[in-house]
């Protein structure tokens, strides 16, 4: 008879805890309406712009051969790259697989990643060292439209690795491509405040691991790399503005050995 009461106690203290947590959550995960203005990707690579350099990336894959379980038990983090091109194909499946526009709900857009309040907080960079068809530099990445957009010209995948702890220094140097992310905080936080900061922290993950499956898929290597040794060096090579702060790095490539899917 106790026992029973007890649990009616606590079945209405829990009840009372999610009312309360709805109303709370439901009072500020509005999200900020994003302009609608999804621009589809063309077949193939287009160049829309020589200045600054800005490229129309050819539509992603939203189909594949290997199973998102497949991906899961062969993701492993890869730090040995061979010295070989990757295509603007491959390269547009990564980005897209980071953070691709999936769907446009009236004036806002949803990815293929998470995103509190659905604020994107994240910004994605590619650094192309050996690209087919993509001339090197360091590209902001524009998920509307799927473009990469050039923002410093040349091969600076030596520069890069100089802002990463010496024992990831070779493997960011030899990468075809990195991908790399900042956040501007200020999106979320100004949302959700001081969990804001959290949450773009989760976020980053969530993009990553995508990228991490994405390239397993495509029987490519990556590591997320989180240790920097010169952050600023970065900020200042990317010319990320002074509230954009880099989060992670991740080489991509042919592994030096043989990768054969499980
Ligand atoms: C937040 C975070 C930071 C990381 N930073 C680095 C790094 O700076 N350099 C590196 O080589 N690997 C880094 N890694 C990769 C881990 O070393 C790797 O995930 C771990 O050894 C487990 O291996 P697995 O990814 O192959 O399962 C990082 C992973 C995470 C989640």
């Not at 769907?103 to 994605?124: C, D, K, N, V, W």
């Not at 960079?125 to 530099?137: K, N, R, Y």
């Not at 970065?234 to 499980?262: C, K, S, T, W």
Request: charged share 15%.
């Amino acid at each position: 008879m106790k026992s029973a009461k007890r649990t009616i106690q606590y079945g209405a203290i829990l009840l009372i805890a999610l009312v309360l947590m709805t109303a709370r959550s439901n009072s500020i995960t509005e999200p900020t309406p994003v302009p609608a203005t999804a621009t589809p990707a063309p077949a193939a690579l287009e160049i829309i712009s020589t200045s600054p350099l800005t490229y129309a990336l050819s539509a992603p894959q939203t189909d594949g051969a290997v199973s998102v379980e497949r991906a899961l038990n062969n993701r492993r983090s890869q730090r040995d790259f061979r010295d070989q091109a990757l295509t603007h194909g491959q390269l547009s499946q990564l980005l897209w697989a980071a953070y691709g526009v999936t769907s446009q709900q009236g004036m806002s857009e949803r990815r293929t990643s998470p995103s509190a309040g659905a604020l994107y907080p994240l910004e994605i960079f590619a650094v192309v060292g050996d690209v087919t068809d993509i001339e090197p530099g360091v590209y902001r990445y524009v998920p509307n439209g799927h473009r990469i957009v050039r923002i410093v010209e040349g091969d600076m995948r030596e520069a890069l690795s100089q802002s990463v702890h010496v024992v990831n220094q070779d493997t960011v140097a030899i990468a075809p491509v990195s991908i790399c992310y900042s956040a501007v905080y200020e999106r979320t936080t100004e949302v959700y405040t001081v969990r804001g900061d959290v949450y773009v922290h989760m976020e980053v993950g969530h993009s990553a691991q995508n990228v991490y499956l994405q390239a397993t898929a495509m029987e490519l290597g990556t590591v997320a790399i989180g240790t920097f040794s010169n952050r600023g060096a970065m900020h200042e090579m990317m010319n990320l503005q002074a509230d954009e702060i880099p989060l992670y790095l991740m080489p991509v490539g042919y592994l030096a050995g043989d990768f054969v899917l499980r």
